[in-house]
């Protein structure tokens, strides 16, 4: 019954999460963040708000939203698990670690260690806390999960499968085509998720001999990457039952709900699961799986590492080797060939 009452609370805390409250001013005005007269949320709302939101308020919207959601997390085992930030013990904290540990691939889980590391520094540093309970945040290490090995030929039965996933009747073949062009360039251009979700029309340049995008990635860095004869087919397609069915939007990811914008990163993982449920009924696959395959496909290929790095637009070469070492292990696509026309 407790634990129940906590949770309702929690779930009309986030919604408070980014609201106005008078008492985070007045928490301001003093020589120091006065945090003694706040509840847990509003503690936490003003950590978002003078350590947070300075620092990620330039990050792309997929960046900010993954931070929150760490957040939201911690928040919500505060709430429902311990008796409050004030009285946080090193056993909630090693409670914490486990359930993170447990739920989460070590990546995602370190992320969402170092979120609550950063939140109890900042209470040590305000005073909120005698002790620094950071100290304890340590990541937890597990053997890395075997990842799915990477099948070529399924993947790109899953990127033809999402015309399939549209349930609509209303302008159904233009939605189908959306959803199909979609899953090709997933499946051969590599672009990260909210890349292609930013991608327009305008960004698709062509020339005598060839296509390509001009992508802006990370840290607003362009890079441009070729685009295979089919995708190319499908854009121009897609454009042209665009001026039939006289939808207008600059963006080839365009939503049917809001006037100019692209579909929300939550439809395109939604999207990318039917995708995957219509042809192998397997786990459930997310974007970045495709990005994943492309990448371990150029490096299958003999592709140098350098140019697989500059052309998937990652910072560090490290980063590419990564790929490079879960390939290796992958001996059933050593030698194998490109599967695009």
Do not use: C
Request: no cysteine.
């Amino acid at each position: 019954m407790e634990i129940e009452k906590k949770k309702k609370s929690f779930e009309v805390a986030l919604q408070k999460l980014t609201g106005a409250n008078t008492k985070l001013a007045e928490a301001l005005k003093k020589d120091h963040i006065d945090l003694e007269t706040l509840n847990d949320v509003e503690v936490i709302e003003l950590f978002w708000a003078t350590e947070l939101f300075p620092i990620y308020a330039d990050k792309s919207p997929h960046t900010r939203r993954a931070y929150k959601l760490d957040l939201e997390f911690v928040l919500s085992f505060v709430m429902t698990k311990t008796d409050g930030l004030k009285r946080l013990t090193v056993l909630d904290i090693h409670r914490y670690l486990f359930e993170v540990n447990e739920q989460y691939a070590p990546r995602t889980a370190q992320r969402k260690n170092n979120m609550l590391k950063r939140l109890l520094t900042y209470l040590h540093v305000n005073q909120y806390h005698l002790h620094n309970l950071a100290f304890h945040v340590k990541n937890q290490k597990r053997p890395e999960p075997l990842r799915r090995e990477v099948d070529f030929d399924e993947i790109e039965r899953i990127a033809e499968s999402f015309r399939h996933t549209v349930k609509r009747a209303q302008k159904k073949e233009l939605i189908e085509l959306r959803n199909e062009t979609i899953g090709y360039l997933l499946l051969t251009t590599g672009m990260r998720a909210a890349e292609l979700l930013s991608i327009k029309f305008t960004d698709v340049k062509r020339n005598q001999h060839s296509s390509y995008l001009e992508v802006k990635g990370k840290r607003d860095k362009w890079r441009r990457i070729p685009l295979t004869e089919k995708a190319n087919h499908l854009v121009s397609r897609l454009q042209a039952l665009m001026m039939i069915e006289e939808v207008s939007s600059p963006f080839i990811a365009f939503s049917t709900k809001k006037a100019d914008k692209a579909i929300t990163y939550e439809a395109l993982r939604l999207m990318t699961h039917q995708a995957v449920d219509h042809v192998a009924n397997e786990e459930k696959t997310p974007p970045h799986w495709f990005r994943r395959a492309y990448i371990t496909k150029l490096l299958a290929n003999g592709n140098s590492l350098i140019g697989v790095m500059q052309l998937a637009g990652h910072e560090s070469i490290n980063t590419t080797n990564e790929y490079l070492q879960t390939f290796s292990h992958l001996s059933n696509i050593s030698n194998a060939n490109l599967p695009y026309k």
